[in-house]
């Protein structure tokens, strides 16, 4: 009778995690792995951005890499990369920790420092260079001499503007991230410390930047990707000068493509910046992958 009354076994219900997944996926493929695939064939192509396009070899290739102006264009775009990242992360994290506060008041300079990056990188870079203008500028109005300079005339001077305007734009993000991250930290560590007498520089040396870890690793690797792709911005404030002083890699492509009309190059320059971007990402993932994927375990 036992036999006669048990139910059968009931089939596992197939996992609906692959299509939930599969939009993304799709948008993925459309938007990111095609468009690559084709600047990678076109790199190796000749084609005036109208004609025809003819296979053309390595010839684009060697144009890019025996130009004398790619080492020059790739040492300014490590160097945009490296000093906004140094500018960035300590205020992004300085900034998140103090608007993690539950003050009303935090809360709403948090949304006051959000709204840069609700604005346009060219918007903002057509203000401030309106702003930085010598004659008709804001130092000019206010009869500054400080701020009369020919900021945008100087190498240095025009190499520290797009840093700081690039600083003041995506800081309200990174910050956004870091407030997040410190939301996150149990508050019962801070607890312990205040207990054991520790001061707030102590619990935010001890607890806070460790407990940031992988906090600053998404952030760094965010900042560094995205400088890669810094444009719009230097292209309205400098146009890559004064010279050579803020030609980045990006502008390199703008003018390969669009002004000189050789798409293979451009097309070859954009693959050095994904490369680039790419071994960066690894780079940093790597330093702690590991540690964050066996966290994330222990945390399951």
């Known amino acids: 009778m036992s036999a006669l009354t048990s139910h059968p076994p009931r089939r596992q219900p197939r996992s609906i995690l692959p299509w939930l997944a599969a939009p993304a996926l799709v948008v993925f493929v459309c938007f990111a792995v095609i468009p690559l695939v084709g ?81 346009s990188s060219a918007a903002i870079a057509v203000a401030y260079k309106a702003l930085l203008d010598p004659n008709f500028g804001l130092g000019a109005g206010l009869k500054i001499k400080v701020l009369s300079q020919d900021w945008l005339g100087r190498p240095g001077l025009a190499f520290g503007v797009i840093v700081f305007v690039v600083s003041w734009q995506f800081i309200p993000f990174h910050s956004l991230i870091y407030q997040g991250g410190v939301q996150q930290i149990p508050k019962s560590l801070y607890e312990a410390a205040q207990l054991d007498g520790a001061g707030r520089i102590r619990q935010f ?90 966290s994330q375990l222990e945390g399951a």
């Open 205 to 294: 040396s001890s607890i806070t930047l460790p407990q940031l870890k992988y906090t600053i690793i998404t952030s760094s690797t965010l900042m560094v990707v995205g400088s890669l792709t810094f444009f719009d911005l230097i292209w309205v404030l400098t146009e890559g000068g004064p010279g050579d002083a803020t030609r980045v890699l990006a502008l390199d492509m703008y003018k390969q493509g669009w002004r000189a009309s050789q798409m293979g190059p451009a097309s070859a320059i954009a693959v050095i910046l994904v490369l680039v971007g790419l071994a960066l990402a690894l780079l940093l993932r790597r330093l702690g992958g590991r540690d964050a994927g066996e």
């Open 39 to 119: 600047v990678f064939v076109l790199s190796f192509t000749t084609w005036d951005g109208i004609g025809a396009i003819h296979a053309s070899g390595l010839t684009s290739w060697r144009t890019v890499l025996t130009n004398p102006g790619l080492p020059h264009a790739l040492w300014v775009t490590f160097l945009v990369m490296i000093v906004s990242w140094a500018v960035q992360t300590p205020l992004s994290i300085l900034l998140g920790t103090f608007l993690a506060g539950r003050q009303r008041y935090r809360a709403v300079l948090g949304v006051v420092y959000f709204v840069p990056l609700l604005l």
